[in-house]
Protein backbone atom coordinates (compact mmCIF):
# COMPACT_ATOMS: atom_id res chain seq x y z
CA UNK A 1 0.00 0.00 0.00
CA UNK A 2 0.92 3.33 -1.23
CA UNK A 3 1.54 5.86 2.13
CA UNK A 4 1.25 9.62 1.37
CA UNK A 5 4.79 9.94 1.44
CA UNK A 6 5.99 7.30 -0.73
CA UNK A 7 3.17 8.75 -3.38
CA UNK A 8 4.60 11.95 -2.85
CA UNK A 9 8.27 10.81 -3.21
CA UNK A 10 6.76 8.77 -6.82
CA UNK A 11 4.78 12.09 -7.89
CA UNK A 12 8.22 14.03 -7.39
CA UNK A 13 10.18 11.33 -9.35
CA UNK A 14 7.65 11.52 -12.43
CA UNK A 15 7.49 15.45 -12.29
CA UNK A 16 11.95 15.37 -12.31
CA UNK A 17 12.26 13.01 -14.79
CA UNK A 18 9.67 15.03 -17.00
CA UNK A 19 11.92 18.24 -16.53
CA UNK A 20 14.74 16.56 -17.38
CA UNK A 21 13.24 14.89 -20.59
CA UNK A 22 12.05 18.27 -21.34
CA UNK A 23 15.80 19.68 -20.84
CA UNK A 24 16.96 17.19 -23.11
CA UNK A 25 14.63 17.93 -25.57
CA UNK A 26 15.65 21.58 -25.82
CA UNK A 27 19.20 20.42 -25.62
CA UNK A 28 18.92 18.71 -28.76
CA UNK A 29 17.41 21.75 -30.65
CA UNK A 30 20.47 24.05 -28.65
CA UNK A 31 22.79 21.61 -30.54
CA UNK A 32 21.02 22.14 -34.02
CA UNK A 33 21.30 25.61 -33.75
CA UNK A 34 24.63 26.07 -33.06
CA UNK A 35 25.21 26.20 -36.21
CA UNK A 36 23.64 29.77 -36.34
CA UNK A 37 25.71 30.82 -33.49
CA UNK A 38 29.15 30.68 -34.66
CA UNK A 39 31.75 31.57 -31.98
CA UNK A 40 35.01 33.30 -32.97
CA UNK A 41 38.25 33.77 -30.97
CA UNK A 42 41.71 34.78 -31.84
CA UNK A 43 43.94 31.51 -32.87
CA UNK A 44 47.82 32.41 -34.27
CA UNK A 45 47.63 33.77 -37.35
CA UNK A 46 43.56 33.73 -37.32
CA UNK A 47 40.32 35.03 -35.72
CA UNK A 48 39.05 31.54 -36.20
CA UNK A 49 35.27 30.98 -36.82
CA UNK A 50 33.75 27.84 -34.99
CA UNK A 51 31.01 25.79 -33.79
CA UNK A 52 31.32 24.22 -29.90
CA UNK A 53 28.31 22.38 -28.60
CA UNK A 54 28.26 19.83 -25.80
CA UNK A 55 29.14 19.78 -22.23
CA UNK A 56 32.55 21.90 -22.20
CA UNK A 57 33.70 18.96 -19.89
CA UNK A 58 33.12 16.41 -22.34
CA UNK A 59 35.59 14.77 -24.46
CA UNK A 60 36.69 17.26 -26.94
CA UNK A 61 36.28 16.59 -30.60
CA UNK A 62 37.23 17.99 -33.32
CA UNK A 63 35.65 18.26 -36.84
CA UNK A 64 37.55 19.46 -40.23
CA UNK A 65 35.19 20.85 -43.24
CA UNK A 66 37.25 19.83 -46.99
CA UNK A 67 37.17 22.06 -50.29
CA UNK A 68 34.90 23.29 -51.36
CA UNK A 69 32.05 22.42 -48.56
CA UNK A 70 32.01 23.81 -45.22
CA UNK A 71 31.06 23.17 -40.98
CA UNK A 72 27.65 22.38 -42.45
CA UNK A 73 29.30 19.25 -43.43
CA UNK A 74 28.90 18.35 -39.73
CA UNK A 75 25.16 19.89 -38.96
CA UNK A 76 23.95 15.85 -38.28
CA UNK A 77 27.06 14.78 -37.30
CA UNK A 78 27.96 17.71 -34.40
CA UNK A 79 24.56 17.52 -32.45
CA UNK A 80 24.34 13.79 -32.60
CA UNK A 81 28.13 13.64 -30.73
CA UNK A 82 26.75 16.39 -28.34
CA UNK A 83 23.92 14.48 -27.10
CA UNK A 84 26.51 11.31 -26.71
CA UNK A 85 29.02 13.52 -23.94
CA UNK A 86 31.41 14.97 -26.16
CA UNK A 87 32.48 18.63 -26.65
CA UNK A 88 32.59 19.08 -30.27
CA UNK A 89 34.23 21.64 -32.00
CA UNK A 90 33.78 22.38 -35.82
CA UNK A 91 36.20 25.20 -37.06
CA UNK A 92 36.14 26.88 -40.61
CA UNK A 93 39.71 26.44 -42.10
CA UNK A 94 41.59 29.57 -43.12
CA UNK A 95 39.64 30.81 -45.79
CA UNK A 96 36.28 29.86 -45.19
CA UNK A 97 33.73 31.00 -43.44
CA UNK A 98 33.62 33.65 -41.27
CA UNK A 99 37.51 33.29 -40.09
CA UNK A 100 39.76 35.63 -40.81
CA UNK A 101 43.25 36.63 -41.20
CA UNK A 102 44.68 38.90 -38.31
CA UNK A 103 47.01 40.64 -40.57
CA UNK A 104 46.57 42.40 -43.67
CA UNK A 105 50.17 41.51 -44.52
CA UNK A 106 49.86 37.41 -43.82
CA UNK A 107 50.42 35.63 -46.93
CA UNK A 108 47.33 33.62 -47.91
CA UNK A 109 48.66 30.36 -47.60
CA UNK A 110 46.99 27.69 -48.48
CA UNK A 111 49.85 25.01 -47.47
CA UNK A 112 48.49 21.83 -45.66
CA UNK A 113 51.19 22.42 -42.36
CA UNK A 114 49.86 25.74 -42.37
CA UNK A 115 46.10 24.55 -41.85
CA UNK A 116 47.64 21.98 -38.54
CA UNK A 117 49.17 24.46 -37.44
CA UNK A 118 46.09 26.72 -37.29
CA UNK A 119 44.00 23.75 -35.55
CA UNK A 120 46.78 23.33 -33.25
CA UNK A 121 46.67 27.17 -32.01
CA UNK A 122 42.96 26.64 -32.00
CA UNK A 123 43.27 24.10 -29.36
CA UNK A 124 46.11 26.22 -27.70
CA UNK A 125 43.43 29.52 -27.44
CA UNK A 126 40.54 27.16 -26.49
CA UNK A 127 42.93 25.01 -23.65
CA UNK A 128 42.15 22.03 -25.51
CA UNK A 129 45.06 19.55 -24.50
CA UNK A 130 43.83 16.58 -26.65
CA UNK A 131 41.08 15.71 -28.54
CA UNK A 132 39.81 13.28 -30.57
CA UNK A 133 39.98 14.44 -34.75
CA UNK A 134 38.17 13.42 -37.61
CA UNK A 135 38.19 14.81 -41.08
CA UNK A 136 37.78 14.88 -44.57
CA UNK A 137 39.68 16.08 -48.02
CA UNK A 138 41.41 18.76 -46.67
CA UNK A 139 40.47 18.16 -43.26
CA UNK A 140 41.50 14.51 -43.14
CA UNK A 141 44.87 16.11 -44.04
CA UNK A 142 45.35 18.32 -41.74
CA UNK A 143 43.92 15.81 -39.06
CA UNK A 144 46.66 13.42 -40.45
CA UNK A 145 49.36 16.29 -40.36
CA UNK A 146 48.45 17.20 -36.81
CA UNK A 147 48.03 13.62 -35.80
CA UNK A 148 52.03 12.67 -37.44
CA UNK A 149 53.86 16.09 -36.09
CA UNK A 150 51.55 16.51 -32.64
CA UNK A 151 50.51 13.01 -31.78
CA UNK A 152 50.00 14.21 -27.75
CA UNK A 153 47.26 16.51 -28.94
CA UNK A 154 45.34 13.62 -30.87
CA UNK A 155 43.51 11.03 -28.81
CA UNK A 156 42.84 9.43 -31.65
CA UNK A 157 41.69 9.99 -35.13
CA UNK A 158 38.83 9.51 -37.99
CA UNK A 159 40.27 10.03 -41.12
CA UNK A 160 38.46 9.58 -44.89
CA UNK A 161 40.36 8.28 -47.30
CA UNK A 162 43.55 7.42 -44.83
CA UNK A 163 46.87 8.66 -45.00
CA UNK A 164 46.82 12.11 -46.48
CA UNK A 165 50.48 13.02 -46.01
CA UNK A 166 52.39 14.57 -48.95
CA UNK A 167 55.21 16.60 -49.93
CA UNK A 168 56.49 19.28 -52.86
CA UNK A 169 58.86 16.11 -54.08
CA UNK A 170 55.84 13.68 -54.49
CA UNK A 171 53.44 16.26 -56.13
CA UNK A 172 55.92 17.02 -58.67
CA UNK A 173 55.98 13.20 -59.47
CA UNK A 174 53.52 12.54 -62.87
CA UNK A 175 50.29 10.01 -62.50
CA UNK A 176 49.14 7.80 -64.66
CA UNK A 177 46.53 9.64 -67.07
CA UNK A 178 43.43 8.38 -65.62
CA UNK A 179 44.79 9.56 -62.31
CA UNK A 180 45.63 12.74 -63.85
CA UNK A 181 42.69 13.71 -65.34
CA UNK A 182 40.95 13.10 -61.69
CA UNK A 183 43.42 16.23 -60.62
CA UNK A 184 42.22 18.25 -63.33
CA UNK A 185 40.96 21.71 -61.33
CA UNK A 186 44.14 21.16 -59.54
CA UNK A 187 46.14 21.90 -63.10
CA UNK A 188 43.54 24.65 -63.84
CA UNK A 189 44.48 26.49 -60.59
CA UNK A 190 47.66 26.46 -61.69
CA UNK A 191 46.93 28.95 -64.60
CA UNK A 192 45.74 32.59 -64.55
CA UNK A 193 42.71 31.60 -66.36
CA UNK A 194 41.94 29.16 -63.94
CA UNK A 195 42.24 31.79 -61.12
CA UNK A 196 39.88 34.18 -62.53
CA UNK A 197 37.58 31.72 -63.62
CA UNK A 198 37.49 30.21 -59.62
CA UNK A 199 37.04 33.45 -58.63
CA UNK A 200 34.06 34.40 -60.96
CA UNK A 201 31.54 30.96 -60.75
CA UNK A 202 33.18 29.64 -57.13
CA UNK A 203 29.94 28.66 -56.25
CA UNK A 204 29.60 26.84 -59.68
CA UNK A 205 32.70 25.31 -59.48
CA UNK A 206 31.69 23.88 -56.12
CA UNK A 207 28.60 22.35 -56.81
CA UNK A 208 30.16 20.39 -60.38
CA UNK A 209 33.21 19.38 -57.65
CA UNK A 210 30.32 18.00 -55.20
CA UNK A 211 28.48 16.19 -58.01
CA UNK A 212 31.88 14.98 -59.34
CA UNK A 213 32.93 13.48 -55.65
CA UNK A 214 29.67 12.11 -54.76
CA UNK A 215 27.94 10.75 -57.84
CA UNK A 216 24.85 9.43 -55.95
CA UNK A 217 24.53 12.21 -53.23
CA UNK A 218 21.15 14.03 -54.65
CA UNK A 219 21.67 17.37 -52.37
CA UNK A 220 19.59 19.99 -51.99
CA UNK A 221 19.69 23.28 -53.05
CA UNK A 222 19.12 24.19 -49.52
CA UNK A 223 21.65 22.18 -48.65
CA UNK A 224 24.55 23.63 -51.20
CA UNK A 225 23.44 27.04 -50.36
CA UNK A 226 24.21 26.79 -46.49
CA UNK A 227 27.62 26.29 -47.15
CA UNK A 228 28.25 27.94 -50.30
CA UNK A 229 28.10 30.99 -48.20
CA UNK A 230 31.41 30.30 -46.72
CA UNK A 231 32.82 29.79 -49.32
CA UNK A 232 31.88 34.02 -50.23
CA UNK A 233 34.71 34.41 -47.71
CA UNK A 234 37.29 37.01 -49.17
CA UNK A 235 40.04 35.04 -48.76
CA UNK A 236 38.74 31.89 -50.14
CA UNK A 237 39.87 32.04 -53.47
CA UNK A 238 43.42 33.02 -52.75
CA UNK A 239 43.58 30.35 -49.95
CA UNK A 240 42.21 27.38 -52.13
CA UNK A 241 44.92 28.76 -55.16
CA UNK A 242 47.21 28.94 -52.79
CA UNK A 243 47.02 25.06 -52.03
CA UNK A 244 46.80 23.28 -55.04
CA UNK A 245 49.93 25.52 -56.63
CA UNK A 246 52.12 24.41 -53.25
CA UNK A 247 51.02 21.07 -54.09
CA UNK A 248 52.40 21.37 -57.54
CA UNK A 249 55.83 23.26 -56.35
CA UNK A 250 54.67 25.99 -57.66
CA UNK A 251 55.06 27.97 -54.70
CA UNK A 252 57.23 27.76 -52.14
CA UNK A 253 55.35 28.31 -49.23
CA UNK A 254 56.26 30.23 -45.57
CA UNK A 255 59.55 29.61 -44.22
CA UNK A 256 57.74 29.12 -40.78
CA UNK A 257 56.85 25.92 -41.90
CA UNK A 258 59.88 24.23 -43.23
CA UNK A 259 60.37 22.55 -40.26
CA UNK A 260 57.07 20.81 -40.45
CA UNK A 261 57.47 20.22 -43.99
CA UNK A 262 60.76 18.71 -44.38
CA UNK A 263 59.36 16.17 -41.36
CA UNK A 264 56.27 15.45 -43.45
CA UNK A 265 58.54 14.74 -46.78
CA UNK A 266 59.23 11.90 -44.87
CA UNK A 267 55.98 10.82 -45.15
CA UNK A 268 55.86 9.55 -40.97
CA UNK A 269 53.78 6.97 -39.91
CA UNK A 270 50.81 7.53 -37.72
CA UNK A 271 50.45 6.21 -34.19
CA UNK A 272 48.03 7.20 -32.90
CA UNK A 273 44.61 5.33 -32.98
CA UNK A 274 42.55 5.37 -36.41
CA UNK A 275 39.79 4.34 -37.95
CA UNK A 276 40.21 5.23 -41.67
CA UNK A 277 36.93 5.50 -44.27
CA UNK A 278 36.23 5.21 -47.82
CA UNK A 279 32.83 5.85 -49.36
CA UNK A 280 31.81 2.97 -51.33
CA UNK A 281 31.47 5.63 -54.53
CA UNK A 282 33.99 8.16 -53.51
CA UNK A 283 34.86 10.04 -57.36
CA UNK A 284 37.65 12.38 -55.86
CA UNK A 285 41.03 11.34 -56.34
CA UNK A 286 41.58 9.00 -53.40
CA UNK A 287 44.38 6.10 -52.16
CA UNK A 288 43.71 2.36 -52.25
CA UNK A 289 42.92 1.04 -48.36
CA UNK A 290 45.74 -1.66 -48.79
CA UNK A 291 48.09 1.33 -49.79
CA UNK A 292 47.97 3.34 -46.50
CA UNK A 293 46.82 0.84 -44.02
CA UNK A 294 50.77 0.51 -43.16
CA UNK A 295 51.25 4.07 -42.32
CA UNK A 296 49.14 3.80 -39.09
CA UNK A 297 51.22 1.48 -36.77
CA UNK A 298 48.53 2.24 -33.62
CA UNK A 299 45.67 0.80 -33.26
CA UNK A 300 43.52 0.38 -36.48
CA UNK A 301 40.41 -0.51 -38.27
CA UNK A 302 39.39 0.48 -42.01
CA UNK A 303 35.56 0.90 -42.99
CA UNK A 304 34.15 1.29 -46.28
CA UNK A 305 30.58 2.92 -46.01
CA UNK A 306 27.80 1.81 -48.38
CA UNK A 307 27.95 1.81 -52.07
CA UNK A 308 26.20 5.53 -52.56
CA UNK A 309 28.66 7.19 -49.91
CA UNK A 310 30.99 9.91 -51.89
CA UNK A 311 33.27 11.77 -50.90
CA UNK A 312 31.50 13.68 -48.44
CA UNK A 313 30.80 10.68 -45.45
CA UNK A 314 29.95 12.99 -42.62
CA UNK A 315 27.18 14.82 -44.79
CA UNK A 316 26.19 11.65 -46.88
CA UNK A 317 26.31 9.32 -44.18
CA UNK A 318 26.11 10.83 -40.47
CA UNK A 319 25.02 7.65 -38.96
CA UNK A 320 27.79 5.68 -39.72
CA UNK A 321 30.43 8.82 -38.92
CA UNK A 322 29.36 9.35 -35.40
CA UNK A 323 29.79 5.58 -34.84
CA UNK A 324 33.08 5.51 -36.32
CA UNK A 325 34.27 8.59 -34.16
CA UNK A 326 32.61 7.20 -30.96
CA UNK A 327 34.86 3.65 -31.59
CA UNK A 328 37.55 5.37 -32.48
CA UNK A 329 37.52 7.15 -28.86
CA UNK A 330 37.38 3.62 -27.58
CA UNK A 331 40.31 2.02 -29.34
Known amino acids: MFTRFTSSALALAVSLGTVMSCQAEVTGKDYTAAFNQVHQINAGDLNVGYVDIGPKDGQPVILLHGW ?173 LSNYRWRLGLEKGEHKYDSYEQKLATLPTISVPTITIEGGNNGAPHPAPEAYASKFTGKYEHRTFGATVGHNPPQEDPQDFVKAVVDADKL
Do not use: C
Open 68 to 240: PYDIHSYADVAPALAAKGYRVIVPSLRGYGTTRFLSDKTPRNGQPSALAKDIVNLMDALNIKQAVFAGYDWGARTADIVAALWPERVKSLVSVSGYLIGSQAVGKQPLPPKAELQWWYQFYFATERGAQGYAKNTHDFARLIWSQASPDWKFSDATFNASAKSLDNPDHVAVT
